[in-house]
């Protein structure tokens, strides 16, 4: 069964900053995309950001400039740094890994971490 364990979430007051961590294995990061959704309280699901195994990334329109996100396939983990962090980012933030091919897609997610910024 594949497991991503995210860590680094917490309480962090407006403007401040938190590093979001992922881990897997290396089956997953050696052909998966990476990347954070996050889910605040009433709200759907959404993307916030995503890096492909050749370094390509995406971001959302409402944290690009603020969040950065990496992957280090050796460590097979994935970051998420998040600055000038804003009340309107808390949020459960989730990992997810996705890979599609001939035979199909696949995606998998981790348990989340809050994050909680206070104003």
């Known amino acids: 069964q594949v497991q991503l364990v995210e860590s680094g979430g917490g309480l962090v007051q407006s403007g401040g900053s938190l590093r979001l961590s992922c881990t897997g294995s290396?089956?997953?990061?050696?052909?998966?995309?990476m990347g954070w959704y996050r889910q605040a309280p009433g709200k759907e699901r959404e993307l916030v950001a995503s890096?492909?195994?050749?370094?390509?990334?995406n971001y959302a329109y409402s944290v690009t400039g603020r969040f950065t996100i990496a992957r280090d396939n050796a460590k097979n983990t994935v970051y998420l740094q998040m600055n000038s962090l804003k009340p309107e980012d808390t949020a459960v933030y989730y990992c997810?890994?996705?890979?599609?091919?001939?035979?199909?897609?696949?995606?998998?997610w981790g348990q989340g971490t809050q994050v909680t910024v206070s104003s």
């Open positions: 997810y890994s996705y890979y599609s091919d001939s035979k199909g897609e696949y995606d998998y």
């Open positions: 290396r089956r997953i990061f050696s052909i998966y995309t």
């Open positions: 890096i492909t195994l050749s370094g390509t990334t």
